[in-house]
């Protein structure tokens, strides 16, 4: 979702992605708020309270992709507009039944935030990706 100059939002869904981008502030609080799954909920409140302290519009600082198993790296690196597979990850972490990896983008801080499911159904590229950065 983009925020527009008179307040609305757009969301381009690309055929074949069920992906969720939050990149208005509205979005990634509703979010954190009424994602089904609370482990994810708990993750995205963890993100909001460590930004806060450094902007009141979150979607200055961040944008957060939330996949699902359908989800493919082609289409991951499409709406991300770069190869997920060439990019440096800053941060990943494994909780349970996700993988959060964390991107800086920019020297001001901005960055993307993407959630994996960690499933028998996910992407095997995607999975590699993640597992090839735990450490």
């Not at 708990?42 to 198993?69: C, F, G, M, Q, S």
């Not at 992407?123 to 450490?135: G, R, Y």
Request: net charge negative.
């Amino acid at each position: 979702m983009e925020k527009s100059s008179v307040g609305f939002s757009l969301s381009i869904q690309l055929k074949g992605s069920s992906m969720h981008p939050l990149r208005i502030h509205a979005s990634i609080h509703h979010t954190a708020q009424q994602h089904p799954d609370p482990t994810l909920r708990k993750l995205i409140t963890r993100r909001i309270e460590e930004l806060t302290d450094h902007t009141e519009d979150l979607a200055d600082l961040i944008n957060i992709y939330i996949l699902e198993p359908s989800d493919t790296l082609t289409t991951v690196d499409v709406q991300l507009g770069f190869s997920l597979g060439e990019r440096p990850i800053d941060v990943i972490e494994s909780h349970p039944g996700w993988y959060e990896l964390t991107i800086v983008l920019s020297d001001d801080g901005f960055g993307v935030v993407l959630y994996i499911p960690i499933s028998s159904d996910t992407d095997p590229h995607l999975l590699t990706i993640c597992q090839s950065h735990i450490t």
